[in-house]
């Protein structure tokens, strides 16, 4: 659902030669805050400097925003996990029943993997299906939150003792590498839930070259995106009825002030989700609710009645656009299973 560095200007060729998928105005998106066990990780785009200072920037900007990398705290986790139960919440459902109509196909797409990657690979309960039926020797998940992420590899591993798994902090979003160690044999990229829908084209595009790079020309890419549809179901999966997207979303706000010294106030805001017909987007934003002033070190904002802060994207790509995409990242052979109503698409395409 819901995942955001400056990208290279050969995206720009995508865009002339792709043609149907328009250029977004916004560019926040979802890079993770990472800290745990992989040291390495921790490079300037993971301090605590560069996070305030990305932050601040954000808040700063004319159109207000915040990535949504900072969605997702220990709470914002557990809120998110509440949200793909929703009713209106039909990604994940309808991800999962693709994935288990279509197992063997895709196992056999896989086949002779002995690395898996998750990237945004929160509880590991989506790459389940995957260690049984494709039975890699070497798990590797890589998220966000790195006690949550830790505690779902740990979980992973007492349950499939012959896998080695592993949580990684990384930035996934920016040129990552892998750990040292991790073999160089057939390697499998998995990266579900639609999350590539939260980054701009130019940001989709670099991070599925880099991908590609990962793999080392073997393996391939299982990836799930969101497809177009009737914009009533778009809204009600990111305004439900019970307000579990609303406190998901304005959560963030306790975040930032943590991470920043802020002190916005939540009762000074509203959650707000809306379409764009023009870029086929979701958008959540923050609206305040009155004239509020914002302060924290070395800053401050004036926010008038009605203005936003600009959270979460979510792209909704046509099929063709989005294959597009693929073989421009150097992808071929892409496989493509869908539901039935052509809402969502599990995509598998070699290196």
């Known amino acids: 659902m819901r995942a955001t560095p400056d990208r290279q200007a050969a995206s720009i060729e995508f865009a002339s030669r792709a043609g149907r998928i328009p250029l977004p105005l916004a560019s926040s998106l979802r890079p993770p805050p990472l800290q745990g066990e992989s040291s390495p990780f921790m490079d300037a785009y993971t301090s605590p400097t560069h996070l305030r200072d990305e932050l601040a920037q954000g808040l700063m900007q004319r159109q207000a925003q915040i990535s949504p990398k900072f969605l997702y705290d220990a709470h914002g986790c557990a809120l998110f996990e509440q949200i793909t139960e929703l009713p209106e919440y039909y990604p994940t459902r309808t991800e999962a029943a693709i994935m288990a109509r279509y197992d063997l196909e895709i196992a056999r797409a896989m086949a002779g993997c002995q690395v898996l990657i998750e990237l945004g690979a929160g509880n590991c309960e989506k790459v389940r299906r995957l260690c049984r039926s494709v039975g890699p020797q070497q798990f590797l998940g890589v998220d966000i939150a790195v006690e949550f992420l830790q505690a779902a ?43 590539i829908g939260n980054f701009d084209t130019r940001q989709a595009l670099h991070m599925l070259r880099h991908m590609h790079s990962l793999l080392g ?22 305004d439900d009825e019970q307000g579990v997207t609303a406190e998901f979303n304005l959560n963030v706000l306790n975040h930032v002030n943590r991470l ?45 009645q009605g203005e936003t802060i600009h959270t979460e994207n979510s792209y909704k790509y046509p099929l063709p656009d989005f294959l597009s995409m693929l073989a421009c990242a150097g992808f071929a052979e892409p496989r493509v299973w869908t539901d039935e109503q052509q809402w969502f698409a599990v995509i598998h395409a070699h290196a």
């Open 217 to 238: 020309g073997d393996g391939g890419l299982l990836i799930g995106i969101d497809l177009p549809k009737p914009v009533p179901v778009l809204i009600a999966a990111y």
């Open 153 to 195: 590899v740990a979980r992973l591993e007492h349950d499939f003792p012959r896998l080695t798994a592993r949580a990684v902090a990384a930035d996934f979003t920016g040129d990552w590498h892998l750990p040292s160690g991790v073999p160089q044999t057939r390697r499998e990229l998995f990266y579900p839930g639609s999350s």
């Open 260 to 304: 920043l010294g802020s002190d916005f106030n939540l009762q000074d805001w509203a959650h707000e989700a809306r379409f764009d017909s023009r870029t086929s987007r979701i958008e959540m934003h923050l609206r305040a609710r009155r004239p509020v002033m914002v302060c924290w070190p070395q800053g401050l904002r004036y926010f008038s």
